[in-house]
């Protein structure tokens, strides 16, 4: 059972870690990355992505919600303990070391699942911290490659329309089909990227970094009809 001394320390402990991971799920939350997945109309790659990493989110802050809870009746408890030992320093004990954190999540298959199995359990403190930890991970993975993609991406397709809008504009008079063929086709293939970058993301993020090949591609064919456009 724990002591005065120490009940007083490990609730704070337990307080002051409680505001830090709440306000790593605040930012979390208000991310571009966040918002741009959960916000978009999501298909492919995405789509499947998003739906697990928000699934995960759910049960991050479901968790943080019982956790948190929990470091509160502690303090309060140690707010209002007094110096003989009773039954507070048991109910302390057990938030600060036992099982205090209820949580509910979805049963296992029927086949690996046990006949008493109710999907409803108690963590530690320090087990939900580590099954936070876990799922914050798996979520912010998934941010922090939209936003990547998203930076990259957009930069880059702002940089082929400054190149392919004034060709554009030259060939309009040039009576060129070839080269008015090629400037279309580009402008198919810009709108289409665009079109992936705000439904598919993450379909560009590949072996843990954007995969610009197509950009490279698309900027070139751009590069080059604007010179043809020039030289005519």
């Known amino acids: 059972m724990v002591d005065r001394a120490e009940a007083i320390t490990a609730a704070a402990a337990a307080a002051t870690e409680r505001d ?21 109309s999501l298909v492919g790659v995405s789509k499947a992505r998003w739906d697990s990493a928000a699934a995960d989110l759910v049960t991050l802050w479901d968790t943080f919600t019982a956790y948190s809870a929990a470091v509160d009746q502690a303090a309060a408890i140690v707010a209002a303990l007094r110096r003989s030992s009773g039954p507070e320093y048991a109910e302390l004990t057990r938030l600060l070391t036992g099982p205090c954190v209820p949580v509910t999540r979805a049963p296992a298959p029927l086949a690996q699942r046990q006949l008493t199995a109710t999907g409803r359990y108690d963590l530690t403190m320090a087990a939900a911290v580590r099954e936070m930890t876990g799922s914050f991970g798996r979520v912010t993975e998934v941010v922090a490659a939209a936003e990547s993609v998203w930076d990259t991406v957009s930069e880059r397709l702002d940089q082929i329309t400054a190149v392919l809008d004034p060709a554009q504009r030259q060939a309009a008079g040039l009576g060129d089909a070839a080269l008015a063929g090629q400037l279309a086709a580009t402008a198919d293939e810009l709108r289409r990227v665009r079109s992936l970058l705000s439904s598919d993301p993450l379909s560009l993020w590949r072996h843990g970094r954007v995969d610009t090949t197509g950009l490279d591609r698309l900027q070139q064919q751009a590069q080059a009809a604007a010179r043809q456009a020039a030289d005519l």
């Open 20 to 40: 830090g991971i709440q306000a790593n799920l605040l930012d979390l939350d208000g991310s571009f990355g966040k918002r741009l997945l959960a916000g978009g």
